[in-house]
Structure formats: structure tokens, C-alpha cells
């Protein structure tokens, strides 16, 4: 049985951990729980134990278990140590290597993986020290997932609420399960939308995050791939692993593609405008009784162009999201463009920003239908699928 030791946080979001360890047991995973004092003014030592099936560990001075050096014993029996909820404190005692408690404690003296799950107010997630931190973590080689957008608490909106309990135990269960099928391969993806200037301070775009193509570039990375990542505006961190290249425009988007061949494999993720002004004003447009006229040009269409290309990768994997006879678009789509494979989507609930996808998988052999999952997940599972085709 593969063992996860889950240090619980001081934050409102705590209270997911009860879930969270439903889930993990349900998967067969051992847990056993470190409850920080933050931690516990949201939830108590016996409802963990009772989920967890196990003793909870609250204190570095605990005779019974010191006696016999716990956070040792603790740090060094599980194949990977969780931080659920990862506070904006807690990671910056990570970061600095602090140990003045049995969680920071054991998390020195671990010798196996870590995972983080962000979870804290937008503006601390959003602040440099905290960013200055994460990155540091991940340099030292800890996994901090992305914290999800969405209303906090606190009243605020943005990024910062913790992962979803079913999205992080996708985490866990993949990070217990390391798999480097992908190792040597250069795997090219595009993520987010495309803002094409109308004039200095409007633009068109949709309503893309770039959330399922970042996490598809993190699962190939997390499979050994060297992964480039062009994306468009947004506000996602890095993932670990992953060279990124921010681009504006659909045209700027497609020449970091071609700058970024050869690649074994493309995943054209991101939502690129299919039209741009075509000739965008110098200076911004003042209202008047009448709209101003916009004539639009077509962009560049960056899965066609790859599609026909002598540089064409190996594997050539679309995207298409679709509000109606999706699979029929789809198909429409995969032949038109020359690609190998298109994972189309509906998207007209609130699969653009939200947590979740469900998607078709159109090859020239048939349809794959697979079932609504985080889209950590879907990402996972999509890698999974490139390395078998490979």
C-alpha cells in the first residue's frame, strides 16, 4: 500500500482535507495526518483520525513519539508528503527551511517527494514574496500545484482557492505513480486565448484561461518531456519543468510555434482568434453616435499550417470547442487540418475558467468518449495517451 503523510494547514480551506482523505482511501492510499495549530482551529485531531483510520501527530514535543524520534519516523515512512492546505505562512517556512514545528520539522527532515496545495487570500498568492517563494520551492524540487480561481472567504475573487479535493488526490496518485515514458521527447503545446488590438486599450479575445493546456504541459513534464509552452495572456504560473513563451497575438503565437521546431509532438491547445482588425488604431477610439466599422482579416491558422508542414511533428494533437454537434465539427476539423488527433470539447456550460472537462478524442480510427474529471485529470490521462502512441 503507498502511504501519504498529509501536514493540514492553518486556513479556512482545511476543511477539504476531510475529503480529500475520503478520496485517497477510497484509492487504496494509506494516510496518516500531521495537524498544524493553524490547522486546528478547522478541524480536529479525531474527525481526521477517524478518516484517516490512523493516530494524528499534532506536536514536535510529544514524549511517546519523540522518545523514539517521530518526525524522523514520520518524514521517512511515507512515499510522499502532502501540504493541504499549503498556506502563504507555511510556504515561506518551507522556503526559508524553517523548523520550529513538527510539520516544518518533518519536512526538513524528509527524503521523499513533497506536494503543496496553495490555498490563501488572491492578493497574497499574487504577492512577490509569495511568488519569490514558490518559485524556490520548486527549485528544491517540491510539486505546488496551481490554486484555483474563484470566490474566497474573504470576499475576494481570483487565484487562491485550494485545488479541488478530487484534483489534488489526481495529483497525488499520479506523483505515486511516476511514469517517464516521455523522457527525450520535445513536446510543443499552446495554451489560453489570443487578444488581437483594436486599439490601445480594447481587443478581441475569448474567454479561454489556459488552465487544461497548462496542465497537459505539466503532466508531459511530469513524464520526463522537455515541454515548450507558447501561451497567450493569462495569469497561470509556470509549471514546473515547462519552458514558457508568452505570447499577444495569434500571429506572434505562430511564429514562437515555428520558432520552436522540430517537436516530436504539438498539442495546439490554445484558443487563437480566427479573425484580427486589420489595421489597428494608433490612438483609442472615442465613442460617437455610430459604432465605429471594423474590417477584420483572417489570422494565421497555426494547427493547418503544422498539419502541412515538412517540419510537421511526428504527433499532431488540435483542440475544438464547440456549443453544438461536437464530435461532427470535430471530425470536420481533424481532416481539414491535418492533424492526427482532435480533443474536442463543449464549452458552452463553464468549461472555459472552470475546474472540469469532458471530452472526444476523434482519431482516424473512431471516437473516444472519456467522462467529465478535473482537468488535471484529463491532462494526465492525455499524456498517457501520447506516450502509448509514441
Known amino acids: ?15 477539504k482535507v476531510c475529503e480529500l482523505i475520503r478520496l485517497l482511501r477510497r484509492s487504496g492510499i494509506g494516510v496518516r495526518c500531521v495537524l498544524t495549530d493553524g490547522g486546528a482551529q478547522f478541524v480536529t485531531p479525531m474527525t481526521l483520525a477517524a478518516l484517516s483510520e490512523a493516530p494524528v501527530h499534532t506536536s514536535l514535543w510529544d514524549l511517546k513519539d519523540e522518545a523514539e524520534m517521530g518526525h524522523i519516523q514520520l518524514s521517512r515512512e511515507a512515499d510522499l508528503v502532502v501540504v493541504a492546505p499549503a498556506t502563504a505562512d507555511l510556504l515561506a517556512r518551507m522556503a526559508a527551511g ?5 510539520a516544518t520539522t518533518l519536512l526538513l527532515a524528509t527524503d521523499k517527494p513533497v506536494l503543496a496545495a496553495p490555498a490563501m487570500n488572491v492578493r497574497m498568492w499574487l504577492h512577490p514574496a509569495t511568488r519569490r517563494n514558490v518559485d524556490q520551492l520548486r527549485a528544491d524540487g517540491v510539486t505546488v500545484m496551481t490554486p484555483d480561481e474563484g470566490a474566497m472567504a474573504c ?7 485550494l485545488p479541488e479535493p478530487a484534483a489534488i488526490a489526481d495529483a497525488i496518485i499520479a506523483a505515486l505513480n511516476p511514469d517517464r ?20 486599450v480594447r481587443y478581441i479575445a475569448n474567454r479561454s484561461s489556459g488552465r487544461q ?3 497537459i504541459a505539466a503532466a508531459c513534464a511530469a513524464m520526463g518531456a522537455r515541454v515548450t509552452l507558447v501561451s497567450g495572456p493569462v495569469t497561470l504560473p509556470t509549471p514546473p519543468g515547462v519552458e514558457r513563451i508568452d505570447v499577444e497575438t495569434a500571429q506572434e503565437m505562430a511564429d514562437a510555434v515555428a520558432a520552436a521546431l522540430p517537436a516530436d509532438v504539438a498539442v495546439m491547445v490554445a484558443a487563437v482568434a480566427d479573425w484580427r482588425v486589420e489595421a489597428a488604431a494608433g490612438q483609442k477610439l472615442k465613442k460617437g453616435t455610430m459604432a ?3 474590417s477584420l482579416v483572417p489570422n494565421p491558422d497555426i494547427l493547418a499550417t503544422l498539419g502541412h508542414s515538412p517540419a510537421r511533428p511526428r504527433l499532431l494533437i488540435g483542440f475544438a470547442a464547440e456549443t453544438e454537434r461536437v464530435v461532427e465539427h470535430a471530425s470536420a476539423k481533424r481532416v481539414a487540418k491535418g492533424a492526427d488527433w482532435i480533443v474536442a470539447n463543449d464549452v458552452s456550460g463553464d468549461v472555459m475558467g472552470g475546474e472540469a472537462n469532458a471530452v472526444h478524442i476523434v482519431t482516424a480510427d473512431g471516437v473516444e468518449t472519456w467522462p467529465r474529471a478535473s482537468k488535471v485529470a484529463v491532462a494526465r490521462q492525455l499524456a498517457e495517451r501520447i506516450a502509448d502512441a509514441l
Open 1 to 15: 500500500m503507498k502511504r501519504v503523510l498529509l501536514i493540514v494547514g492553518g486556513g479556512i480551506a482545511a476543511y
Open 213 to 215: 493546456g497548462f496542465e
Open 98 to 102: 524553517i523548523a520550529d514545528d513538527l
Open 181 to 200: 515514458r516521455l523522457a527525450g521527447r520535445h513536446i510543443l503545446i499552446t495554451a489560453g486565448p489570443t487578444h488581437e488590438p483594436i486599439d490601445p
Open 155 to 161: 470576499g475576494e475573487y481570483g487565484p487562491g482557492r
Open 292 to 294: 465605429p466599422g471594423l
